[in-house]
């Protein structure tokens, strides 16, 4: 026969993509019903069980011959040695292998045969230096060519699968006798062979699930539900933590995947459910992903964001070497981390979400007497366990009503900057932070903010609950050097407020203790907040107050860095 092996592959490529009516006739015949009905084999693609119909199966050759003659009619081929061009195709055989490249070829050794063979790769598929699959290979030449990829995996499944294909073929002795393990008996066993890979995935998959930390079913229900939008062999790349090395050094395979589902369920939730797209669309726009990721505040921190890019990157970039059509995918990913500066920017100017300055946390965490039980986060905690427990509403106006109002700042002993029948939140700077705090970061959800309503507590408020003290006071921070939000809260107060905790701070951080100073209702309370975050201590009416060591910190990192003294007051407001 004078073809060559990649015009054979060219062909042969044809009848996989172009589903002939010839095929078509052949593989709705009635006897492939139970093969079809299989929960296994329906799993898999129909090129693989076109291939094992067409090439593997001994009691159909006959009808198979028949269908490639008609369907290379159909495609308009011209083969001039018919019968050899399919005696090679009917050659071919699926094993599995460990691929190695070597310069312009690869090296597949076939673990089921224990053999070495040379091979070609026509395929639109990219192998890793080191890689592990199921391959269909044909050919009479000492280098042999890929007909088809059935199968990428990563090394931890490779390795599970290969013992469980010998616990097959164990089993098949013990029942049937004696068996060679030669390529006539692994296109005779192909069905049982991929049966077996989802057998093996199903296992490893609910070892998945067993690994996740759940605290109930409904965070179980949503991680399978969460699965359900990747296919199977792409959500087993995040199982091979040695691809993640360089972005999370000493991780464990729990990590990675709880940092995946992190990740993952962020794009989902909020870019992808709507315009009902999954993973396994390839067509995703991440530039658009992460600019409204990053507007959100959804990425904690500058860190989160870098990793999330990192993570995708080698993802997807894992992905493109099993052949999938993620080029442009990668391109947008690498042109987002060449302007990462801009989705940091906006990050960095998010309002809701919970980012917070990476730098902010390690200063809290060296002055923890000052973190952890922190009045003003214990105080915030009880306002929202107050608003879940209690029916209280927003009125028109935008102020808590009256009465609830009262109840909850006798609660926590808050006075007022002045005395009056009827409180608003404008009495209360505490009240009015946290209150903006939580409609930015939809702690609570305000339909209409020209209506009276009943406030309730969101998902995002159960989240908020799950960080330590540290990070909530991070995040405080964060928000509270955030200009509009400040704006926000203190509306017209904004720059009266503001002239007179810079002015304070300036002058106790060069005191360092300021005695016998007079301050109205409306200072004290701001002093009251300083105090509660652990910025500054007194002597009971303010009659002397110190800077304390978190203070000094606070102060200096805000002085020292970009952040101008606005911002510095707006950190002492929290």
């Known amino acids: 026969m004078n073809l060559k092996t990649r015009k054979i592959y060219e062909i042969a490529k044809k009848l996989f993509t172009e589903k002939t009516l010839a095929f078509k006739e052949f593989y709705n015949k ?35 011959n028949a269908t490639i003659k008609n369907m290379l009619k159909e495609l308009n081929c011209e083969v001039k040695d018919l019968e050899s061009f399919i005696k090679i195709l009917r050659e071919s055989y699926v094993s599995l292998f460990r691929i190695e490249k070597k310069g312009d070829y690869f090296l597949f050794f076939d673990v089921l045969l224990d053999e070495y063979i040379e091979v070609e790769n026509y395929t639109s598929i990219e192998f890793a230096e080191v890689d592990f699959g199921l391959c269909r290979i044909f050919g009479n030449d000492k280098r042999k060519v890929i007909l088809h990829v059935t199968q990428l995996m990563v090394e931890e499944v490779f390795i599970t699968f290969s013992n469980n294909l010998s616990n097959l073929f164990y089993h098949i002795e013990e029942n049937y006798g004696p068996v060679t393990i030669n390529k006539d008996f692994l296109k005779r066993e192909f069905l049982n062979i991929i049966s077996v890979f989802e057998v093996t995935f199903e296992s490893m998959y609910n070892e998945i699930l067993d690994s996740i930390n759940a605290e109930n079913d409904n965070e179980i229900n949503y991680f399978e539900y969460l699965l359900d939008k990747f296919y199977e062999e792409d959500f087993l790349v995040l199982q091979n933590k ?101 989705y940091l920017d906006l990050l960095k100017n998010s309002e ?50 009256p009465a609830m109002l009262k109840k909850f700042t006798e609660s926590i002993n808050l ?153 510095i007051i707006k950190v002492d407001f929290n």
């Not at 299989?38 to 009808?63: G, H, Q, V, W």
């Not at 909020?270 to 993973?279: A, P, Q, R, W, Y």
């Not at 809290?364 to 003003?376: H, I, Q, S």
């Open 30 to 64: 009635k006897d492939f019903a139970p093969i079809l009905e299989n929960p296994y084999i329906n799993m898999r693609t129909s090129d693989e069980i076109m291939a094992f119909l067409l090439f593997d199966f001994k009691e159909y050759e006959e009808s198979a």
């Open 242 to 342: 040695d691809l993640f090395k360089k972005i999370f050094s000493n991780a464990d395979t729990e990590f990675i995947i709880e940092f995946s589902i992190n990740l993952f369920s962020k794009i989902y939730s909020n870019c992808l459910f709507e315009e009902n797209k999954t993973f396994k669309d390839y067509d995703l726009d991440y530039k658009k992903i992460f600019e409204y990721l990053s507007e959100s505040g959804e990425f904690l921190n500058r860190k989160e964001l870098a990793c999330s890019l990192d993570f995708l990157i080698i993802f997807y970039g894992k992905l493109l070497t099993m052949g999938r059509n993620v080029k442009n995918i990668l391109k947008d990913l690498n042109e987002i981390k060449e302007n990462i500066f801009y």
């Open 415 to 567: 006075v007022p900057t002045k005395v009056v029948k009827t409180f608003k939140n404008t009495h209360f700077p505490l009240i009015e932070l946290y209150f903006t705090f939580m409609v930015k970061k939809y702690l609570t959800f305000i339909t209409r903010e020209d209506a009276p309503e009943e406030l309730y507590l969101t998902d995002y408020a159960d989240n908020y609950q799950t960080f330590d003290d540290a990070t909530k006071l991070s995040i405080w921070t964060e928000s509270l050097t955030n200009k509009k939000f400040l704006k926000s809260s203190f509306g017209k107060n904004y720059d009266k407020y503001t002239s007179f905790v810079i002015d304070f701070l300036k002058k106790l951080n060069e005191k360092n203790c300021i005695k016998d100073e007079k301050f109205d209702e409306e200072e004290s309370s701001l002093l009251s907040i300083l105090e509660d975050l652990g910025l500054i201590e007194s002597k009971k009416d303010f009659s002397a107050i110190k800077i304390t060591n978190l203070g000094k910190d606070i102060f200096n990192y805000y002085n020292t860095e970009e952040v101008n003294y606005n911002n």
């Open 352 to 401: 809701s979400g919970f980012y917070f300055d990476d730098d902010i946390l390690p200063i809290l965490l060296d002055n923890k007497k000052f973190v952890f039980g922190n009045k003003f986060l214990e105080n915030f905690d009880s306002f929202l366990t107050f608003l879940d427990m209690n029916y209280v509403n927003k009125l028109k106006s935008g102020d808590l009503s």
